[in-house]
């Protein structure tokens, strides 16, 4: 059994930072590309930032120049360091992976983290 786990989140106050962690654990082939999505109050779920198994990044304008996504394939980790951090940041961030489970051939699936609050003070 595959899963994500978040943790970092909390409360910070505006222009503080945080570091957002998600490990993949369990039965795993291989990882394909990460990434960590948000979803503030009364908005649709997001895509914050996204990286490939080789490293290529792409963010969404709201946080590029403040957030940096990077990964540490050995450990199945996906970070995201957020700098300059604003209210309009505080959202639930959910970790995302698209992986291929060990005996599931090589069928890619995506797989969701349960979610970390990060609030973000005036």
């Known amino acids: 059994q595959v899963q994500l786990v978040e943790s970092g989140g909390g409360l910070v106050q505006a222009g503080g930072s945080l570091r957002l962690s998600c490990a993949a654990s369990?039965?795993?082939?291989?990882?394909?590309?990460m990434g960590w999505y948000r979803q503030a109050p009364g908005k649709q779920r997001e895509l914050v930032a996204g990286?490939?198994?080789?490293?290529?990044?792409n963010y969404a304008d709201a946080v590029k120049e403040r957030f940096t996504i990077s990964r540490d394939n050995a450990k199945n980790t996906v970070y995201l360091q957020m700098n300059s951090l604003k209210p309009e940041d505080t959202a639930v961030y959910y970790c995302?992976?698209?992986?291929?489970?060990?005996?599931?051939?090589?069928?890619?699936?995506?797989?969701w983290g349960q979610g970390t609050q990060v609030t973000v003070s005036s």
């Open positions: 995302n992976a698209g992986l291929v489970p060990v005996g599931a051939g090589s069928r890619e699936y995506t797989y």
């Open positions: 369990g039965l795993i082939f291989s990882i394909n590309a």
């Open positions: 990286i490939t198994r080789g490293g290529r990044t």
